[in-house]
């Protein structure tokens, strides 16, 4: 581990603040943003510490909306301002599903029900095939 230098003439001496407080009349540096307005989330203003504290104590971000638009807002805020729908429920059409085999009620199946082919009336037909015989077959 490396030793702090002890000597005043290798300190570091303080960087000057990159932006300004904006507080008219303050001369400290601007090291703490704050957004400018509820329409503008992302464009800020930068104040010292005394004066980001009071800037956000006055801070309202639902001033100048009705109840209504109030109300609305909350709403969207509880799915993340997602779309969201009532269980059960969706856009678009109803789910198609292509039940070959007639497991699904028929309201649900897009298709009518398709019937495998029927059972081989013995086992001496599946041999036939390979012209072999069935080994019960006597």
Known sequence: MRR???DPV???EPEAPAHP???PGCEAGGNFRAPKSRL???DYRWFCLEHVRAYNL?????????????EAEIRRDTVWQRPSWRL????GPAPQINDHFGFAPTAMATRTRRHAPPPPASRRWRYSIWSRRSPRCA
């Open 88 to 91: 059960g429920e969706r856009h």
């Open 10 to 12: 290798f300190t570091a």
């Open 40 to 42: 503008e989330l992302h």
């Open 21 to 23: 407080c904006d507080h």
């Open 58 to 70: 006055a801070w309202n971000y639902y001033a100048g909306m009705t109840q209504a638009d109030v």
């Open 4 to 6: 702090q230098p002890i």
